[in-house]
């Protein structure tokens, strides 16, 4: 995956490089996921889907096949069950790529001091605000929370 470009081109470009390699594991998740990012674009006044976007469709991914394993590992003395599984970490391992750098607690904790003392904010939602215009796609909503709860 290569930094300098968005989630969609990177998701496109390891696609195509599944398909020459004919890894048909890679190339079906990633064609899965690149049709139904498309999909949103075109649902939605027929333009492009935007990476943010993209990243919301991959949390959901992530979301569900964490689900799934949890379901699967009430029986996973079932050998089909563990198959399926392992399946689906390879495949929560290979959407987590494409996935923003997550701020951490410390990194959090400093912006929301910052906030605090630099721009005078002094409620929860314009905490919030900021970090959704600022940071989208890369803090836990909870844990910001949590912390402005603490700090303000």
Known sequence: MNENNGVIDNIKKDYLEARKKRNK????????????????????????????????IIKKYIANLEKNIELLKENEHELANLNRIQEYRFEKHVLEQY??????????????????????????????????????????????????????
Request: proline share 1%; net charge neutral; charged share 30%.
């Open 25 to 56: 594991e890679l190339t079906s998740i990633y064609s899965i996921l690149l049709k139904d990012i498309e999909m949103v674009g075109k649902d939605n006044g027929n333009r492009s889907t935007t990476d943010q976007e993209a990243i919301q």
């Open 99 to 152: 996935l923003p750098k997550q701020l951490s607690k410390t990194e959090i904790i400093d912006i929301i001091n910052d906030l605090k003392k630099n721009d005078n904010i002094k409620n929860i939602g314009q905490i919030f605000s900021y970090f959704k215009k600022n940071y989208a796609g890369q803090y836990d909503g909870e844990l910001v929370s949590k912390l402005s709860k603490q700090l303000i």
